[in-house]
């Protein structure tokens, strides 16, 4: 079965720092992968996907992700944090024989002034 | 464009009360649904999901069950409410038969505070 690990539920950076927010997954068959944002008591904005198309996917907000087979991860980042990017990360994967969307644990960005 | 519905936004329910959230879709036909929780500092847990009507797929037993009446319907319930039902609960749709890449969309959300 898919899954996603989300390492470190809080990360804090400093405004204008890099942003890097870990994710690995686990499955046996090409996974399709997502990363999603949460702002506070809303629900959930999808930030970027996986397709297979490119290792290094581009998404909104000026966040991308790099898709490396052999490390079996889908890290976001971004060069350059901004205050507004404090919010919950989700990564996601889609489970190959069902419709469902398996989520990580989450990791809170705190962007400090 | 497709939208979807999901009330209330807060609700605050005394332990043992009954339960029951609604969610709906517009803008497409026979969409996967979905009910997420999210406790806090526990990521979001899939509750159920359902690929079509009277079709309920439980992921996780618990005192919540879902029904889905309509095509694009979906509703949480309990006959009576726990505190550990306490969370921030998700709708999400996505469409059926679609690509594996295909996303989730989800619902502003329901705060629950069972007290």
């Known amino acids: 079965a898919q899954s996603v690990t989300q390492l470190g539920s809080h990360v804090s950076v400093s405004e204008g720092a890099l942003v890097l927010l870990r994710c690995n997954y686990s499955s046996s068959v090409p996974p399709y992968l997502f990363w999603y944002v949460q702002y506070p008591n809303q629900g959930l904005q999808l930030l970027l996907k996986y397709t297979s198309a490119a290792t290094l996917v581009k998404g909104i907000n000026g966040f991308e992700a790099e898709f490396k087979k052999s490390e079996t991860s889908f890290h976001l980042t971004k060069p350059s944090a901004h205050m507004s990017d404090a919010a919950e990360y989700f990564c996601?994967?889609?489970?190959?024989?069902?419709?469902?969307?398996?989520f990580g644990t989450g990791t809170r960005l705190q962007v400090f002034p | 464009s497709q939208t979807i519905h999901q009330w209330p936004a807060t609700l605050v329910q005394p332990v043992g009360s009954p339960l029951s959230l609604e969610c709906t879709v517009e803008g497409t036909s026979n969409p996967n649904l979905y009910w997420y929780r999210q406790a806090a500092g526990r990521g979001l847990q899939l509750l159920f999901y359902?690929?079509?009507?009277?079709?309920i797929s439980s992921e996780v037993p618990q005192n919540l069950s879902a029904s889905r009446p309509q095509d694009r319907q979906f509703i949480l319930s309990s006959k009576k409410l726990l505190l550990s039902d306490s969370g921030f609960y998700l709708c999400?749709?996505?469409?059926?038969?679609?690509?594996?890449?295909?996303?989730?969309?989800f619902g502003q959300g329901t705060r629950l505070t069972v007290v």
């Open positions: 999400a749709w996505s469409p059926t038969g679609a690509s594996w890449n295909t996303e989730a969309f």
């Open positions: 359902s690929v079509g009507i009277g079709q």
């Open positions: 996601a994967v889609r489970s190959y024989n069902t419709d469902k969307l398996i």
